[in-house]
């Protein structure tokens, strides 16, 4: 069986773990694209180097052309400029829509069968103008976002409760953005839900409060600490579950952010919901009916995408 082709489109921080999960995990060939020379073929060339002491098999190559994608079964977009202190994602969003005309272009003419995902910020709009440059079907195009958002306050659940990440569900839907939705209700450990978990004394309303709060800010925390960019190893690692799901038809159920046209009320928006991933994309989105306030934090959430959204329009009128 041929190797799978896995393209990624920026080789920064991001681009670099990724390539580098793709050789440790032998999930393909992969082909680095970044506009910044001798970068790609920098980094695949010393991931390559790994190969041989970590014992996987993968092909890197370095490119600066798009014909290099060709055929690619899965292309991740982190092509663009991440944030810096004191910049929202929403700072990004001039700079990086031309980018992503770029590349939506590039992934039209070279790998339209592709399953695609985007993380460039701000994500949801991002991913929504992707789409809409590379024409690629709804179903074969996501956002990663949420896998991220929850593994997130999967970590912080798991250090205040004092058990293994392996046994803590939890799910943040909406927009990635500081107004996200952290599910609660749906969240729990060992399959309790964290409710419960107050009520018999294991967490108090204020720690779990002070956890949801920490994991809407989770990427500004970090870009603080980092001063020099946004987090990396995480995002790529949540971007590659998804990846993965779809390479090996695993039909994983995860938060992404994906194309809605009536779920939710949204028409038109990508937004975080959880959705099944399968050898066809986009299996399933799942329809979760909210109670009233996760409702209206949901609908805060759509209307900032849908702000974002109509910002994209304004600065290019093609995409109207
Ligand atoms: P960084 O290390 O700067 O890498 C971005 C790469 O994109 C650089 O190597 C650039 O040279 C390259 N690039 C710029 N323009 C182009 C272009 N036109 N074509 C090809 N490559 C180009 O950033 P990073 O890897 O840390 O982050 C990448 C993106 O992911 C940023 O937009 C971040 O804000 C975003 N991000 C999203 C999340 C989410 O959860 C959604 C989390 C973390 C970062």
Redesign the pocket.
């Known amino acids: 069986m041929a190797r799978k082709k896995i393209a990624l489109?920026?080789?920064?921080?991001?681009?670099?773990t990724l390539a580098h999960l793709v050789g440790l995990k032998e999930l393909g060939d992969v082909i680095l694209?970044?506009?910044?020379e001798g970068?790609p073929q920098g980094k695949g060339l010393d991931i390559a180097e790994s190969a041989p002491v970590d014992g996987f098999d993968a092909r890197y190559t370095g490119a600066q052309d798009y014909s290099a994608i060709q055929g690619a079964d899965v292309v991740i977009v982190?092509?663009?400029?991440?944030?810096k202190p004191g910049m929202s994602?929403d700072d990004?969003l001039g700079i990086?829509l031309?980018?992503m005309e770029?590349?939506g272009n590039g992934i039209k003419q070279y790998a339209p069968d592709a399953f695609v995902i985007c993380?460039?910020?701000?994500?949801d709009a991002?991913v929504w103008a992707l789409q809409k440059f590379s024409g690629l079907p709804p179903t074969k195009i996501v956002?990663?976002?949420g896998v991220?958002?929850s593994a997130r306050f999967r970590h912080f659940i798991a250090e205040k409760v004092g058990v293994s990440v392996k046994d803590v569900q939890a799910y943040t839907l909406g927009g990635?953005g500081d107004d996200m939705v952290p599910l609660v209700r749906y969240s729990s450990v060992g399959g309790v839900p964290l409710p419960d978990l107050v009520k018999m004394g294991w967490i108090s309303q204020a720690d779990l409060d002070a956890m949801v709060e920490r994991t809407r800010k989770g990427?500004g925390e970090i870009v603080a600490l980092l001063k020099t960019?946004?987090?990396?190893y995480a995002?790529a690692a949540?971007a590659i579950s998804m990846a993965e799901s779809y390479l090996k038809d695993q039909r994983r159920m995860l938060p992404c952010a994906a194309h809605l046209s009536s779920q939710y009320g949204v028409d038109g928006l990508f937004i975080g919901v959880p959705v099944v991933i399968g050898a066809n994309g986009v299996e399933r989105i799942v329809d979760i009916e909210f109670t009233g306030e996760e409702k209206a934090m949901f609908e805060k959430s759509v209307a900032s995408v849908q702000g974002l959204v109509d910002a994209c329009k304004t600065i290019n009128p093609s995409l109207a």
């Open positions: 489109i920026g080789a920064g921080q991001i681009g670099g694209f970044d506009i910044a970068v982190t092509a663009g400029v991440p944030r994602r990004l990086n031309k980018v770029a590349v993380i460039t910020n701000p994500l991002m956002g990663m976002a991220l958002d990635h990427g960019g946004s987090a990396y995002p949540s």
